[in-house]
């Protein structure tokens, strides 16, 4: 064993990177024996915060700016980082494998603009871990991008990446993914949260000091468990996670941005050309019918951020095998759905309480909002008593636990969001052009039954 005297080196244990100076015969930190080895500089190098000792300087004399921007020119996704990627900053993009995290950022890498940074750089380096140089060449093909202006680096090396960052000097940078990326200062084992956190740790060090954007892709499992990539949520300025919604629907949302909003939803659908941006969110949350709806199906204006679109809620009533009935719900929570139930039941008369439900929203988006309330209860009523909702009818609206219906928030925008898709008739809480006023649940059940098309005795 040998025994090494403390002076300017460092000793680093070799499984987890737990340095200090002086050695031991078995880690405080993974309980490793004989792990530690000698090494010029500690852990934390500290490098990037190196130059002029930091001031404080009194707030009132601080100029405010909004920071660049750089657009990725994919709306959706600037839209979810609040209006592009703010220079200086690290955005951590998870998702499980396969959803699509490649595609979108070398679409990204292409179609950039770039305000050249202090030092008139805007070149885009995109590292890959995983795949080769063929491999990302025939995705750009595929995706006929414009790779022109992007510097591949296929390594896991983060001394590779350190020379190639101070060789070209990007103003863009993409690591796919932080789980690959290996440096021996952080322990012989890959792939441990040590080296998942110094890694990450010199990258963003080095944008922030050099006036770049950083995307750190973060491969999640299935379950949404990001044990490894969790730890990293605290050293970046944003954190982005890409969900799948059906086979081909993607939903982008931000969990943390310190640079904007974490209400904007992103959606994306995967084609053979990549991923492509969903302008009008409603054609993919409505079915357009040629006649009369099915029983079951209500249409509601949802807001997602500052969007709002239309989505379809089903319903479905079965009499219960047993005497314990259920309710399967998963993109509305299911206990709205037992509450809007047993308003119906006790305010109007509808029962349900020996009846399986269940509720689906086309197009897999998840509600959350009150204001679908009415459209939700007039899809149950209609399930119930296969009295389809008339045409072209939507509903907003939030309800009592006593049955009436009261107003939501943004209940202008609502309407004419549903107007320009041609809903012409709305049953709102409030007296409207266009709205017919529905102060109760009583009163949307005589609507239903007056404007059906087809009365049931
Ligand atoms: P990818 O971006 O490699 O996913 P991730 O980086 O998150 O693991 O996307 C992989 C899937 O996307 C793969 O199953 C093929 C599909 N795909 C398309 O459908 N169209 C395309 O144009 C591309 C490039 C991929
Ligand atoms: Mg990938």
């Known amino acids: 064993m040998k025994q090494k005297k403390t002076g300017s080196t460092f000793f680093r244990c070799s499984v987890c990177g737990y340095s200090q ?14 792990s530690f080895e000698e090494t010029a500089e500690p852990a934390d190098t500290g490098k990037a915060f190196s130059g002029e000792p930091a001031r404080a300087v009194p707030l009132s004399a601080v100029e405010a700016g909004s920071g660049i921007r750089m657009a990725t020119g994919i709306r959706e996704l600037d839209v979810v980082l609040g209006g592009g990627a703010m220079r200086r900053s690290a955005v951590l993009f998870g998702g499980e494998p396969g959803i699509g995290k490649s595609t979108l950022l070398l679409q990204a890498a292409a179609s950039a603009s770039m305000p050249d940074k202090k030092d008139g750089a805007s070149r885009i380096l995109y590292v890959s871990g995983e795949e080769s140089p063929g491999q990302i060449k025939s995705r750009a093909e595929r995706l006929s991008t414009d790779s022109g202006k992007i510097e591949l680096l296929c390594t896991y090396l983060l ?10 000097n990007p103003a863009f940078v993409i690591i796919d993914s932080i789980q690959t990326i290996f440096s021996p200062q952080a322990g012989t ?15 963003i060090s080095w944008v922030k000091e050099r006036d770049a954007v950083l995307f750190l892709v973060a491969h999640v499992t299935k379950d949404g468990s990001i044990a490894g990539p969790k730890t990293l949520e605290h050293m970046v300025d944003t954190v982005i996670s890409f969900e799948r919604s059906g086979d081909d629907v993607r939903f982008l949302r931000a969990y943390k941005n310190r640079f904007g909003s974490v209400d904007e939803l992103g959606i994306f659908q995967m084609t053979e050309k990549g991923l492509v941006t969903v302008e009008d969110p409603s054609s993919i949350f409505i079915t357009r019918r040629e006649d009369r709806l099915p029983p079951g199906i209500a249409v509601a204006p949802v807001f997602e951020g500052s969007r709002v679109f239309l989505v379809e809620i089903q319903a479905l009533t079965v009499s219960a095998k047993s005497s314990v009935t259920r309710v399967f719900s998963d993109k509305i929570e299911s206990a709205r759905v037992s509450r809007i139930a047993a308003v119906l039941e006790k305010r109007a008369g509808v029962q349900f309480s020996d009846q ?3 509720v689906n929203v086309a197009g ?10 009415l459209a939700l209860a007039a899809a149950l009523y209609s399930a ?14 939030e309800i009592s636990l006593a049955g009436e219906v009261r107003p939501v928030s943004k209940l202008k925008q609502r309407i004419k969001a549903a107007e320009s898709l041609g809903f012409s008739r709305i049953a709102a809480p409030e007296k409207a052009e266009s709205c017919i006023e529905i102060k109760n649940i009583k009163d949307m059940i005589k609507m ?6 087809i009365k049931h005795g």
């Open 356 to 358: 399986d439900i269940y």
């Open 189 to 203: 084992v890959p792939g441990t949260i040590n080296q998942l956190k110094f890694c990450a740790q010199e990258l």
């Open 159 to 168: 001394a590779d990446i350190n020379k190639a960052l101070d060789e070209i």
């Open 21 to 34: 100076p002086r050695w031991l015969g078995r880690c405080p930190a993974c309980g490793e024996w004989n």
């Open 384 to 397: 119930r008593t296969d009295i389809s909702v008339p045409e072209a009818t939507s509903f907003i609206g």
């Open 364 to 373: 897999g988006v998840r509600l959350t909002e009150s204001a679908v309330d």
């Open 448 to 453: 239903l039954i007056e404007k059906a098309d």
